[in-house]
């Protein structure tokens, strides 16, 4: 029995998908533990591309049961689209598949509303770059105790004086804070419902099945969403997401103990992206030749919002912080063959703040706007690598570059990936093998 927490190391988008659909060969178990439907995982399995929004991608596997933990905010119109399209493709989601956590917290539609208003009030230079989907405002409410759980969507009497207290409370924002159309209550009244009997056969204790398969001696695979950069406490703060994307919160957000966690793996990409506003000291601007010839060869745009990736070298202060920041056992890299054709390669080893060095991303967001990174050079390699299937017939200068990570951030890869497909990856190190 292993248990193993999968998380990303930069700001999202480093190919969590694929490493949880690679490990989940293993699992019996995968959680989601965190983040709502403004995070996606795109898979390329058989030529075919599948982007997951709530539902784990271990749901791919028929054999394996699929859970959505507590700490997981979630839209029913877009948890439902999911399943209808996976049953479409002739991957049937049933409840004997995915189980929903009774205390994961539900976006309503006037947190869509709130976001968007919210967002389009802040003048430039000051937009966070949400997605629009209601995360922030969903994730206020449960802190705030006003949100709505799933469990309580089955109680329709329950549900019905929570939705009418908060639909009084966010029309008075959206039209005299905001100056925006209110919702109305008897449409989302009838909307939710619909979901009420959708979703009741999926909503169960999280908590108490991962015990039992625990118990059971079965392997369990936590994923996250985002990455440790957006962290609300410890990331680019205010440009962040609304939960805690690092390890410690697989635990919270399923109701597992954390003395039963064996591994975390962070996955990191071989050159860093971001999307939305923020820091990013080692972004290359758009229409550097680089920058673009990485955004262009990585497919780097989000899988839920589409927009562009920025793109820029690797940031290994990034990275030593989410070693730290997690606990990380061992690497998964990703996008190594996006780098093949380069002449020379660059890797921030530290940051240059108002003249001083510093080895962390800083606090302040003042100063981390101020960072200059200090690089090394690196040599590239011309040759493409994506039917690579062993360490030593990588490049000299990939397999270089892959010590150099594991130098500066003391960690281990087990996983180097060089291409999109399911195939296109070196297993270097099972976690589910190895404690």
């Not at 949400?130 to 799933?150: E, H, L, N, Q, V």
């Not at 369990?220 to 919160?249: K, R």
């Not at 990585?298 to 070298?313: K, V």
Request: charged fraction near 25%; charge should be negative; aromatic fraction near 8%.
């Amino acid at each position: 029995m292993a248990n193993v927490v999968v998380v990303g190391t930069q700001w999202g988008d480093e190919g969590k998908g694929k490493i949880v659909d690679l490990l989940t060969r293993y699992a019996d178990c995968i959680v989601r533990f965190q983040g709502g439907n403004n995070a996606g995982h795109t898979l390329v399995v058989d030529g075919k591309q599948f982007i997951f929004h709530i539902i784990p991608s271990g749901i791919l596997y028929e054999d394996k049961m699929c859970m959505i933990g507590n700490g997981v905010i979630i839209d029913p119109s877009v948890l439902f689209d999911e399943i209808n399209e996976l049953n479409e493709k002739g991957l049937p989601v049933t409840p004997k598949r995915l189980m929903i956590s009774e205390n994961a917290h539900l976006i309503m539609p006037y947190h869509k509303s709130l976001d968007q208003a919210s967002e389009a009030a802040l003048s430039k230079g000051k937009k966070i770059g949400t997605t629009g989907r209601g995360i922030g405002p969903c994730y206020m409410d449960k802190i705030g105790r006003y949100g709505i759980k799933a469990g309580e969507l089955l109680d329709s009497d329950l549900f019905l004086d929570k939705l009418r207290a908060n639909v009084d409370e966010k029309n008075f924002l959206l039209t005299k804070k905001f100056g925006a159309a209110p919702v109305s209550f008897d449409e989302i009244r009838a909307q939710f419902e619909d979901f009420a009997e959708k979703i009741a056969p999926y909503v169960g204790n999280v908590s108490m099945e991962l015990d039992k398969a625990r118990r059971a001696g079965q392997h369990i695979l936590f994923e996250g969403a985002q990455g440790t950069q957006l962290d609300i406490d410890h990331g680019t703060y205010p440009f962040v997401t609304s939960s805690n994307t690092i390890a410690g919160n697989a635990c919270i957000g399923s109701g597992f103990g954390p003395a039963h966690i064996d591994h975390v793996i962070g996955i990191l990409k071989a050159y860093t992206t971001r999307v939305g506003e923020g820091p990013f000291p080692t972004e290359l601007d758009e229409g550097d030749e680089i920058g673009d010839r990485l955004q262009s060869k990585g497919g780097e745009f989000g899988a839920t919002t589409g927009r562009r990736r920025r793109c820029g070298w690797l940031d290994m202060v990034v990275g030593s912080d989410a070693v730290r920041l997690n606990g990380l056992t061992g690497l998964a890299i990703t996008k190594l063959d996006v780098l093949s054709g380069h002449d020379k390669l660059k890797i921030a080893t530290k940051y240059m703040v108002d003249g001083q060095e510093r080895n962390c991303m800083p606090g302040n967001i003042r100063q981390t706007q101020r960072v200059t990174p200090v690089y090394e050079d690196h040599l590239g390699w011309k040759e493409e690598i994506d039917k690579v299937r062993q360490l030593e017939d990588l490049p000299s200068a990939a397999r270089d570059y892959l010590k150099r990570i594991e130098d500066l951030s003391g960690v281990q890869p087990f996983i180097v990936s060089v291409g999109p497909d399911r195939e296109e990856t070196l297993l270097l190190k099972n976690p589910f093998e190895t404690k």
